[in-house]
Structure formats: structure tokens, C-alpha cells
């Protein structure tokens, strides 16, 4: 099966990968390269990030996604975007990050919560509770990731006065085993462990950070707590941790459900919306 996991919503697939590196053969693992290459090059703003090296040997390509969960969003057929979160060390502590997204088209669907939803579950299914990370600026990826964590900090919601103790270990780690490590310009990196801040310099590896033209959360409460914790004219990050446990994963399938349901309701509705007009004209009734 080479552990790839394709679940649909009509239009949409998400195409997970676990651990390519270890399990695809060659020619797939060169071809799911490419296509992470090819979404970041048709990106409005494309990335600098060592991530998305070109990389000439097979033996490069299995150690990048050795220990790697990478979703590759498909609209209509086409390789639209991707998900990359790479499972990484904190001591004896196992946690995989939110890494880099992108999401270059897009007919209406939650395409971030649907491919990173079905990312913490293959997660947990493979490597059981472990801690979750992510790092950004923008208010609907905060949002999001805080509904695919469990106990996240921090949050609007969060006891903002210090982080969870074991939570300053996984943080560390992520700052040194993967930013300092992928991030093109690692020195510059400054991490505030108080407000679990990060400043590097996101806008020369391709990321906006001017906060009204980013994404905006569909909550105001996410919005003013981004607007408040982190200074954007310092290209400020913020680091979050959770959990990944069964609770959460209950909460996961139980939105899943519900939004697979609301996507029936909907495409079924515009189905019989298109089959009214052709109705009226067969049977003739009134149109002029």
C-alpha cells in the first residue's frame, strides 16, 4: 500500500503520504517532489524555504521525508496545494509540526481543516499521543490548528500568563531541530520562550505579513488576539503546542461528519436548484 491514504469531498482529494521517504519507490518519490516543487512555483508568492530544495539524489529525497506526513490537495484533478509536517524529537517527547501549507486553488471547500484534520489523524493512528506544533502569523491558520490540537497554547482561549511546563521543551526543539535547520537564514532567528514568539525574517522567504491582507479567522476573537500578541512590522511568528489524543480525534471525526453531511446537503440542493429551470421548460409552464 506504500502507506498513502486518499480520502475525497466531491471535487477535493487529499493524497496523504506517511513517511514517503521510507516506503515509496523511487519514480513516486521523485514524482510527489515535483509536484511540491510545481505547487510552490505557481504560487501567487512562492516560498524560500529549505524544504523546497530541489534535491538531485534518491538517497536526498528519502532522508527529507523519511519522517514526514505530506498532503498533496488535489481541485478538479489538478495538484492544487500541499500540506508538509515533518515528525520530529523533543527528548523522549514525539511531535509533529503544521509545517509549510499552500493552497493555490480553491471552489469554496475548508481545504486547510479537511487535509490537516485527516494529517492528525493518520498521525495519531500511526504513532499514537504525541505533542503538535505549528508556527504563523496568520489568524485562520492559528484558528485552525487550535481546533486540530487539544490544551493548545497559546490561544485566545488560553491562560495567557505562562505556557504548560512540558510545552517549553517541544518549542525549544522546534526552533532548534527544525528552524534553524530549514529556515534559510537560521542565525537571525530570535525566539521569545515567554510568549512563545518567533522573529525571523519571514517576508524574504516569501510570506506576507501585512495583518490586513492576510487570512483573516472567521472569529474576531482570533483576529484581536493575533492583532495584540504579535507585532507584524517585526515579522513576528507565534508558536503554538498541543496535544494530539483520543479526545481530540472523537472531536475530529465528529466536524468531519458534520461538515461531510453539510457538503451533501448543499451539493444536493444546488443539484435540484439546476434541475427546476429545466423542469419549468419541459412542462411549460409560464415562461415567456
Not at 504560487?43 to 538517497?59: C, Q, V, W, Y
Not at 485552525?144 to 510545552?167: E, G, H, V
Not at 524574504?204 to 482570533?222: A, D, L, P, V
Request: hydrophobic share 40%.
Amino acid at each position: 500500500m506504500n502507506n498513502v491514504y486518499i480520502s475525497k469531498f466531491g471535487e477535493d482529494e487529499f493524497h496523504h503520504y506517511y513517511n514517503p521517504g521510507r516506503h515509496l519507490p523511487e519514480k513516486q518519490l521523485r514524482a510527489l517532489h515535483a509536484s511540491i516543487l510545481g505547487i510552490n512555483k505557481d504560487a501567487r508568492h512562492p516560498i524560500e524555504h529549505k524544504l523546497l530544495e530541489e534535491l538531485p539524489t534518491l538517497e536526498a529525497l528519502q532522508e527529507r521525508y523519511a519522517s514526514m506526513i505530506v498532503c498533496i490537495i488535489r481541485v478538479a484533478g489538478r495538484d492544487s496545494g500541499f500540506l508538509l509536517s515533518p515528525i520530529l524529537k523533543a527528548g523522549q517527547k514525539s511531535f509533529i509540526h503544521a509545517g509549510l501549507v499552500i493552497i493555490n486553488h480553491n471552489k469554496g471547500s475548508n481545504l486547510l481543516a479537511l487535509a490537516g484534520s485527516r494529517t492528525v489523524m493518520l498521525a495519531y493512528e500511526k504513532l499514537g499521543r504525541i505533542y503538535s506544533t505549528n508556527i504563523s502569523s496568520t489568524p485562520a491558520i492559528i484558528e485552525a490548528f487550535t481546533m486540530l490540537s487539544n490544551q493548545c497554547w497559546p490561544t485566545p482561549k488560553s491562560d495567557l500568563i505562562r505556557p504548560p511546563r512540558d510545552y517549553k521543551e517541544v518549542a525549544e526543539a522546534l526552533v532548534s531541530n527544525y528552524v534553524r535547520h530549514f529556515f534559510p537564514d537560521p542565525e537571525s532567528v530570535i525566539f521569545d520562550e515567554r510568549r512563545f514568539v518567533l522573529h525571523s525574517e519571514s517576508r524574504k522567504m516569501g510570506f506576507n505579513t501585512e495583518f490586513r491582507q492576510i487570512s483573516r479567522s472567521s472569529s474576531f476573537e482570533y483576529l484581536n488576539f493575533c492583532f495584540t500578541w504579535l507585532d507584524y512590522n517585526k515579522e513576528e511568528d507565534l508558536i503554538q503546542v498541543g496535544v494530539i489524543d483520543q479526545a481530540l480525534i472523537n472531536r475530529i471525526r465528529l466536524w468531519r461528519l458534520s461538515y461531510a453531511t453539510r457538503f451533501f446537503k448543499k451539493n444536493v440542493g444546488r443539484q435540484l436548484e439546476s434541475m427546476v429551470p429545466r423542469a419549468v421548460k419541459f412542462l411549460g409552464w409560464g415562461m415567456k
